[in-house]
């Protein structure tokens, strides 16, 4: 019922469709046909309750307010209560990163004196009675547990009485939970809510007498070869008698930009905190694991298996989040640091070197020269480019079936930009909306002066569709035009 509710799942244009009401009418008739079955029953005190996502990450998506819209419609009409869904109780905003408050307070401070009278449940990572007590003090009337009760059937009786709940059940008791073998399945695979109890606490109490010993290294430099995205990264890790004291990586096989975080944050976190324990960069989660890997078997080398399980068990960094707000004044503001950023600084260099060397950037006045350049029919060019253009002209793509709203401009006259690229793509369904100079607007469609986005940050590039990896073809155009737009206020 509430994808009937999101403007990104429903996209009728009818009476159940288009505005925040109609979309909301679905929800609304079956509560309203489901209080006349009980009417009808005579059941009168058959419970009927709405469990909703508050908010939704795609651009157009739900967002609280209209949650909330439906909510108070559906408490007119009658409802026992309303129930989260939420991988996390405490759940702060996924459209707003920037609002720390909690959604449940957000809820109760903005609802009705009707709504405040529907109790209202919590669920998300509520495992043992702190947890519980916790999403109670938030502000949820009831909580609802799902993995607590697959793991400890008897749940709340032994929170109640303090037992603290396992993380996890023995793979020796689903038949003595009186689990179906598909459900224990799913329970191991997707959450690997399933493992040896024995085994566990055997490495939980090796873990903790070894946590308890100074780590020693057999000192020196140890070269060994990690997995990137793209290739393999050569690594030379250092080791004192006690400590890494450096980690130095070769990445000149990987994506210029793409990766330059993983290689400065992850050796940083490493050597400050001595740990493995470190999360992977956003968007480079492959060259991530593969800087870990590379450590660990450095660490191997240099000591024993016992040692790298420590580092990976040991507590990871604590990163605390700001929410100081710091007022500079700048001439221009360029937002995209990626590889729309790199773009917009190095493109003249790219465009000097027409083709000589990676990244294979060509340009050309006419079609065919820029076929020439790149070694291309230039016949087939010529032709696709034309193909296209009469898909725009017409508002049908007979080849890929692209909608009409998708299909608004034509490839026009040159100059033309081509560059050699694998087929990766990335979008962010919410973000930052700009016109077609990349000037960013605010919430009223208002230029903000001197501010230009380019890059992923945008939102919507990728239409309703939010496919994985990264987007090089709007990053590198993006941050093109954002540079030729600014040029004229440095």
Do not use: C
């Amino acid at each position: 019922m509430q994808q009937f509710l999101s403007p990104h799942s429903n996209r009728r244009q009818d009476a159940w469709g288009g505005t925040l009401e109609k979309r909301s009418k679905f929800a609304i008739s079956i509560l309203e046909a489901a209080h006349q079955v009980k009417k009808e029953e005579k059941v009168p005190d058959f419970i009927l309750g709405y469990r909703f996502s508050p908010e939704e990450i795609e651009e157009p998506g739900i967002r609280f307010e209209d949650s909330l819209f439906l909510l108070e419609k559906l408490a007119e009409i009658g409802l026992d209560y309303v129930h989260f869904s939420m991988g996390i109780y405490s759940r702060t905003s996924l459209v707003n990163t920037n609002d720390l408050e909690p959604t449940i307070e957000k809820y109760n401070k903005n609802r009705s004196n009707q709504l405040a009278n529907v109790p209202v449940i919590g669920v998300g990572s509520i495992l043992q009675k702190a947890d519980a007590q916790a999403a109670l003090d938030l502000g949820y009337d009831l909580v609802a547990v799902a993995k607590g009760f697959l793991i400890e059937p008897d749940w709340a009786t032994k929170i109640m009485r303090g037992d603290h709940i396992p993380a996890f059940a023995d793979s020796h008791e689903r038949q003595s939970l009186v689990i179906p073998t598909p459900l224990w399945q799913f329970m191991d695979e997707t959450f690997h809510l399933v493992k040896d109890k024995e085994a566990e606490a055997q490495k939980a109490k090796r873990l903790k007498s070894l946590m308890e010993k100074p780590l020693e290294y057999k000192a020196g430099e140890y070269h060994v070869m990690a997995h990137g995205h793209n290739s393999e990264l050569p690594m030379i890790v250092t080791f004192s008698d006690s400590e890494i004291t450096s980690i130095k990586i070769d990445s000149a096989g990987e994506s210029a930009g793409l990766s330059d975080l993983v290689f400065e944050k992850m050796p940083s976190q490493i050597i400050d905190f001595q740990t493995l324990n470190v999360d992977a960069v956003s968007g480079a989660s492959s060259t991530s694991q593969g800087v870990i890997d590379g450590v660990s078997e450095a660490v191997l080398q240099a000591s024993s298996q016992d040692n790298v399980d420590v580092l990976k068990a040991r507590q990871k960094p604590t990163i605390a989040r700001s929410t100081e707000v710091v007022e500079e004044t700048v001439d221009l503001v360029v937002v995209g640091g990626g590889a729309a950023g790199i773009s917009a600084a190095e493109l003249d260099e790219w465009l000097d070197n027409n083709g000589q060397k990676t990244p294979y950037f060509y340009h050309a006045d006419s079609l065919e020269e820029l076929a020439m350049s790149a070694g291309m029919d230039e016949t087939a060019l010529v032709n696709t480019v034309n193909r296209y253009n009469q898909f725009v002209e017409e508002g049908n793509d007979q080849d890929f079936h692209r909608e009409s709203r998708f299909l608004q401009e034509k490839v026009g006259q040159g100059p033309y930009y081509l560059i050699e690229q694998r087929p990766r793509f990335a979008t962010t369904m919410g973000g930052l909306v700009v016109n077609n100079k990349l000037e960013v607007e605010n919430t009223k469609g208002n230029v903000i002066k001197g501010l230009y986005a380019a890059g992923e940050v945008v939102g919507g590039v990728m239409g309703i569709d939010s496919p994985s990896g990264a987007n090089n073809a709007r990053a590198l155009t993006s941050g093109k035009l954002a540079a030729e737009s600014l040029k004229n206020h440095i």
